[in-house]
């Protein structure tokens, strides 16, 4: 059965050389149910919205399985929290979260919107060498989720996928397309994904967040020009 093993909220705002000069990333389980609202958890702070946050990007969740694979490589066990996620799972496959499929989370509706993309201030985080590299090339990125419905959710709750959309295109196809884009072959693939998502939005059957609608008309445009 897929659960949520923990639930993250910031601890502390931490200063940090980027644009913004804070970070919200520090956060940690927290015990008890904690309300969701349209801007993520009760008592969680987005310090960069336009980045890292707003409604379609309102609680991020990442699979202790994933948390598992980087274990090793760091030399230290990856806390709930540690990657700046919300939401600790296991039993379900986050990376292959069909992008627009909606999950029951205690009394809370979320909606997988995209992939996280890292940034420099994640691997200030992590005080990792070439850790946006390493992050990126793995493919584990976890997923931003909205809420559709809002509600409360716990430590212990199922997590059940209620509606998949048909189009198929996951987290990880999604990720893993547009950021290994090598040649014209590459960019057909991406631009054929691109398109599938596209045509599920015209159809009704999923609503793009406002970074993947972006990404995916700069990748329809570069599929139809011809390579140089």
């Given at each position: 059965?897929?659960?949520?093993?923990?639930?993250?909220r910031?601890?502390?705002?931490?200063?940090?050389?980027?644009?913004?000069?804070?970070?919200?990333?520090?956060?940690?389980?927290?015990?008890?149910?904690?309300?969701?609202?349209?801007?993520?958890?009760?008592?969680?702070?987005?310090?960069?919205?336009?980045?890292?946050?707003?409604y379609?990007?309102?609680?991020?969740?990442?699979?202790?399985?994933?948390?598992?694979?980087?274990?090793?490589?760091l030399?230290?066990?990856?806390v709930?929290?540690?990657?700046?996620?919300?939401?600790?799972?296991?039993?379900?496959?986050?990376?292959?979260?069909?992008?627009?499929?909606?999950?029951?989370?205690?009394?809370?509706?979320?909606?997988?919107t995209?992939?996280?993309?890292?940034?420099?201030?994640?691997?200030?985080?992590?005080?990792?060498d070439?850790?946006?590299?390493?992050?990126?090339?793995?493919?584990?990125?976890?997923?931003?989720?909205?809420?559709?419905?809002?509600g409360?959710?716990?430590?212990?709750?199922?997590?059940?996928?209620?509606?998949?959309?048909?189009?198929?295109?996951?987290v990880?196809?999604?990720?893993?397309?547009?950021?290994?884009?090598?040649?014209?072959?590459?960019?057909?693939?991406?631009?054929?994904?691109?398109r599938?998502?596209?045509?599920a939005?015209?159809?009704?059957?999923?609503?793009?967040?406002?970074?993947?609608?972006?990404?995916?008309?700069?990748?329809?445009?570069?599929?139809?020009t011809?390579?140089?």
């Amino acid at each position: 059965m897929a659960e949520l093993l923990a639930v993250c909220r910031v601890h502390a705002l931490l200063p940090d050389s980027g644009s913004v000069g804070v970070t919200a990333i520090d956060k940690r389980a927290v015990e008890g149910r904690v309300a969701v609202r349209p801007l993520g958890l009760y008592a969680d702070l987005q310090a960069n919205r336009a980045d890292h946050g707003g409604y379609d990007q309102a609680v991020y969740a990442y699979a202790q399985e994933d948390a598992d694979h980087w274990a090793p490589e760091l030399g230290r066990e990856v806390v709930p929290g540690l990657f700046g996620e919300n939401l600790r799972t296991r039993g379900i496959d986050v990376n292959g979260a069909v992008i627009g499929e909606r999950w029951r989370v205690g009394t809370a509706l979320l909606e997988v919107t995209q992939p996280r993309t890292p940034c420099q201030t994640f691997a200030r985080r992590l005080g990792e060498d070439h850790w946006v590299r390493r992050f990126t090339q793995a493919n584990r990125t976890g997923a931003y989720l909205r809420v559709v419905e809002n509600g409360e959710l716990g430590a212990g709750d199922a997590v059940d996928v209620v509606s998949r959309p048909a189009h198929g295109v996951t987290v990880a196809d999604w990720f893993g397309a547009s950021h290994a884009v090598r040649g014209a072959g590459d960019r057909v693939a991406l631009g054929t994904i691109a398109r599938r998502l596209v045509d599920a939005q015209a159809a009704g059957e999923i609503r793009l967040s406002t970074d993947l609608q972006q990404r995916t008309e700069r990748a329809l445009t570069r599929a139809a020009t011809p390579a140089s």
